[in-house]
């Protein structure tokens, strides 16, 4: 076994390698290969063109529009999503009463964490397609419904929540309104990592600190977060990837994926309009590897920011 060790874990590794190359890798290059000619995506025809698909999506304005609002969602997304998160941990784990037996996370934490956790069982259209029913533009709809009833909304004028009102802070309302649902539909699975992380916090720490005279504000801001850095930064770049994405919400819950006027465009959006409606498979392969590129430079510099030297207890 010693003097074998190469062949025994190259046995071992031959298939899922082979398996990921041809299905992963493979594509990848397709795809790079295909953003340097004209390829309509219906015909064996193609004309290389070298550059210029990318040198024409840096003067798109509609990639203008998609990439802002790509930030806008890398922006808050992963920043609300994980301020939530904490917050639930941290009142679940240790927000609780100190009794005999330690500090306790709040009544009823069991039940809380598995309610907060249910809309990730749930697959992403199925929460678009419900929220669709919550944002509903007429009475049927949830929110509609309950503000007609109160009285605060006329029922011949309710609100419509995808016909981009008054941009709020000079963003378009509609991604607020999208923002709203990949919060709700990300805390939960958040928490639920966070809280491991915190389990593993020594609560002799949280009692030393509270001993110390120190209350629930600073030992969550001097204890909790500097102990949760690591898990806190892979938090972030995952929600990242997920606030590049946004294409499940974008198709299912705006007009035309990605209107009113194309004022929730985001760059999947883009990259289906112009592949399967205008036929433009090559600028499509381009607009998707620029976001590749961009992506893995960003998780690059997220995780080389935020590294350090691990705290061991």
Not at 210 to 221: C, K, M, P
Request: aromatic share 16%; with cysteine.
């Amino acid at each position: 076994m010693r003097h074998g060790v190469a062949r025994f874990v190259t046995g071992f590794l031959a298939l899922p390698v082979a398996l990921y190359l041809f299905y992963v890798v493979w594509p990848f290059a397709q795809a790079a290969g295909y953003s340097l000619t004209d390829w309509g995506g219906y015909s064996d025809s193609q004309r290389f063109v070298g550059l210029d698909n990318y040198v024409r999506l840096l003067s798109d304005e509609l990639i203008r529009k998609a990439f802002w609002h790509n930030v806008f969602f890398l922006v808050t997304v992963p920043l609300f999503t994980i301020a939530l998160a904490l917050f639930l941990a941290f009142l679940l784990n240790v927000g609780g009463r100190e009794d005999r037996a330690g500090i306790r996370g709040v009544f009823g934490s069991a039940l809380y964490k598995v309610i907060f956790f249910f809309p990730q069982v749930l697959s992403l259209v199925v929460i678009a397609v419900m929220w669709q029913q919550i944002y509903r533009t007429d009475s049927q709809g949830l929110i509609n419904g309950l503000l007609i009833k109160i009285g605060l909304v006329d029922a011949d004028n309710p609100i419509a929540f995808t016909a981009d009102p008054e941009p709020f802070l000079g963003i378009p309302a509609v991604l607020w309104w999208l923002l709203l649902i990949a919060i709700w539909s990300g805390a939960g699975f958040y928490m639920v990592l966070f809280s491991a992380a915190m389990q593993s916090i020594p609560k002799d720490i949280y009692e030393a600190a509270i001993l110390d005279g120190a209350g629930r504000f600073h030992t969550f801001f001097r204890v909790t977060l500097p102990l949760l850095r690591d898990t806190i930064s892979v938090a972030w770049v995952y929600l990242g990837f997920i606030a590049l994405d946004m294409y499940a919400l974008v198709f299912v819950m705006t007009p035309s994926q990605g209107g009113p006027n194309h004022a929730s465009e985001i760059f999947a959006s883009v990259i289906q309009f112009n592949a399967f409606q205008k036929g433009q498979f090559g600028y499509a392969c381009a607009i998707a590897v620029a976001l590749a590129i961009f992506t893995i430079l960003l998780a690059a510099v997220q995780l080389r920011i935020t590294r350090r030297d691990r705290i061991e207890f």
